[in-house]
Nanobody
């Protein structure tokens, strides 16, 4: 059974940066297209970025383009999300998952506030 454990969330000031990490265990990460999602209370999860298992690279939601970077380390079983120039509207719980989705992890809280 695949387990997903997100970490790295914190409270930061607007304009700050964070790097989120996702540990993927129990599966074969190299074969998965992976993604980061986020969710605010009362709203559905929205896709932030995805990274393909093959050479097709990455895609980003419009709000993430130019600020966020998704990456992966298949050997270490890790997926990352580097977030720069953070805004208050980026405040959310961030999750990683495969596309199509496995069972969700607990996520990691990101709060952007002065």
């Amino acid at each position: 059974q695949v387990q997903l454990v997100e970490s790295g969330g914190a409270r930061v000031q607007p304009g700050g940066s964070l790097k989120l990490s996702c540990a993927v265990s129990g599966g074969r990460l190299a074969f998965y297209t992976m993604a980061w999602y986020r969710q605010t209370s009362g709203n559905q999860r929205e896709l932030v970025a995805q990274i393909f298992s093959g050479p097709r690279g990455t895609t980003y939601a419009d709000f993430a383009k130019g600020r966020f970077t998704i990456s992966r380390d298949n050997e270490r079983g890790m997926v990352y999300l580097q977030m720069n120039s953070l805004k208050p509207e980026d405040t959310a719980v961030y999750y990683c998952n495969r596309i199509p989705n496995f069972e969700w992890g607990r996520g990691t809280q990101v709060t952007v506030s002065s």
